[in-house]
Nanobody, 125 residues
């Protein structure tokens, strides 16, 4: 069992960067697949990025590929999402998620067991 606490959301201008962090408590963080999802108003929660337990393998949604980078520091029990070249379409509530058994190819939010509280990211044009 893990608990996830997110930080780093906020307001940013289009083209700018923003970094999200998600700190996990509980044992065995390094064994979990970690992911980021986002949900815009009136839309379903969508996959953004995922990273395997070692940090060596990542997977991205096409809409963020080349602009966002997911990483993790297992010594700090933290996963990060570095977002560059932000667009107004990136405006959403961002959530981190964790699952002990999923491969990073899994992109459906219902498959993940643990969730952070979600934090608003707003990109102004």
């Amino acid at each position: 069992h893990v608990q996830l606490v997110e930080s780093g959301g906020g307001l940013v201008q289009a083209g700018g960067p923003l970094r999200r962090s998600c700190a996990a408590s509980g044992r065995s963080f390094s064994r979990y697949t970690m992911a980021w999802f986002r949900q815009a108003p009136g839309k379903e929660r969508e996959f953004v990025a995922a990273i395997d337990w070692s940090g060596g393998i990542t997977n991205y949604a096409d809409s963020v590929k080349g602009r966002f980078t997911i990483s993790r520091d297992n010594a700090k029990n933290t996963v990060y999402l570095q977002m560059n070249s932000l667009k107004p379409d990136d405006t959403a509530v961002y959530y981190c998620a964790a699952d002990r058994w999923l491969a990073i190819s899994h992109q459906r939010f219902l498959e993940y067991d643990y969730w952070g509280q979600g934090t608003q990211v707003t990109v102004s044009s």
